[in-house]
């Protein structure tokens, strides 16, 4: 039974943290992202989102997008820099072409930072991809 079951591999979606500047706070902050680098959109999509380590765990936040485009991103979440300090994880699951897809994506704890900014598929800004 178990060997009927197709569960699809997941491409051309990321998870990134982009550091930006905050107009209104007038400050520097990470910001995760959803990058749909498909040529397809994604529906339904719902990203559970958590950190922590064997000392600290972080709350469980869970977010909602109807709809992502193809070739296109959406921001997730605000993320502070004590935050950073954690493992951070991604559990994100999607439908495509009436399929469902999920997978996970996770930054280590301080892999997140100016001096492993990089280029991003999709946006048109510096950042980090998840793994």
Request: proline content about 4%.
């Amino acid at each position: 039974m178990k060997k009927d079951i197709e569960i699809p591999e997941v491409e051309d979606v990321h998870i990134a943290a982009v550091r930006e500047f905050n107009e209104e706070f007038r400050a520097e902050e990470w910001n995760v992202y959803l990058i749909n680098n498909q040529i397809k959109p994604i529906e339904m999509v719902l990203i559970v989102a958590r950190g922590g380590d064997k000392k600290k765990q972080t709350s469980v936040m869970r977010h909602k997008l109807e709809k992502l485009p193809a070739r296109s991103f959406a921001k997730i979440e605000f993320i502070q820099d004590e935050v950073l300090q954690l493992d951070n994880e991604y559990l994100v699951t999607f439908f495509a072409e009436n399929k469902m897809y999920e997978k996970s994506f996770s930054f280590k704890k301080n892999s997140v930072s100016e001096k492993a900014l990089d280029g991003l598929p999709v946006i048109p800004k510096k950042g980090v991809l998840a793994e």
